[in-house]
């Protein structure tokens, strides 16, 4: 199994570009993440998913989208992309019930850097 | 808003030696969750602690809980280079989306 993939893992947009990051998970997992993470922080959450065709703001939306249109698949949008978006970006996964352990699988991350 | 507040921010130890983090929460909890990050990599989970536990091991790894203080702490015996990393605490607050709540982390140096 890869896990949770991200793609790409780096990227430099310029003031008002748009995006999209893309997130994979292969374990069937119900609950997908989507954090960001700056420097000297620990991680914020943007939005996430309870599962397939279901989104929700986390706590810190603005600015960004998501859609959830297959279960594997957690996709975050910046449609006009801020020097504020520069930051690395982490997906996460975890499955519905408890295993006994109800942890949380992360992606490698996405650099971003908005100029 | 974070959560969880790690203290020491950073802290330098020679190999071998006890590294001791704490980790103080606002609200209350279902469980609590360590996590490692190596440089430039995801994070790792390393242990889970529940709201009625206080103490918890893992092979060197020593988690406490006191909910009385809010408050947790990760200590790792006889350190090894390899453990140089951030460490965070996240907090699960028992909500139906299991949403984590990170705190700042504690940057560990482990000389050899």
């Known amino acids: 199994n890869a896990g949770v993939t991200q793609t790409p893992k780096f990227r430099v947009l310029k003031t008002g570009q748009s995006m999209t990051l893309l997130c994979a998970q292969d374990?069937?997992?119900?609950?997908m993440y989507w954090y960001r993470q700056d420097p000297g922080m620990g991680l914020r959450l943007i939005h996430y998913?309870?599962?397939?065709?279901?989104?929700a703001k986390g706590e810190v939306p603005d600015g960004y989208n998501v859609s959830r249109l297959k279960k594997q698949n957690f996709l975050l949008g910046l449609e006009s992309a801020a020097p504020s978006q520069t930051s690395v970006y982490f997906c996460?996964?975890?499955?519905?019930?408890?295993?006994?352990?109800?942890?949380?699988?992360f992606g490698p991350g996405t650099r971003l850097t908005v100029l | 808003s974070q959560q969880g507040e790690e203290d020491p921010q950073a802290l330098s130890i020679q190999e071998g030696e006890n590294a001791t983090m704490n980790c103080s929460y606002k609200?209350?909890?279902?469980?609590l969750q360590w996590y490692r990050q190596n440089s430039g990599r995801g994070l790792v989970h390393l242990i889970l602690i529940r709201s009625n536990e206080r103490e918890k091991h893992s092979g060197r790894l020593r988690v406490t809980l006191d909910t009385s203080k809010k408050s947790s702490s990760l200590l790792i015996t006889a350190s090894r280079a390899a453990d140089t990393a951030s460490y965070f605490c996240?907090?699960?607050?028992?909500?139906?989306?299991?949403?984590?709540?990170f705190g700042k982390g504690t940057k560990l140096s482990v000389i050899p």
């Open positions: 998913s309870v599962g397939e065709g279901t989104t």
């Open positions: 996240a907090t699960d607050s028992g909500a139906g989306s299991y949403q984590l709540t």
């Open positions: 374990m069937n997992h119900e609950y």
């Open positions: 609200t209350s909890i279902n469980n």
């Open positions: 996460a996964s975890r499955p519905l019930r408890d295993i006994p352990y109800n942890e949380q699988f």
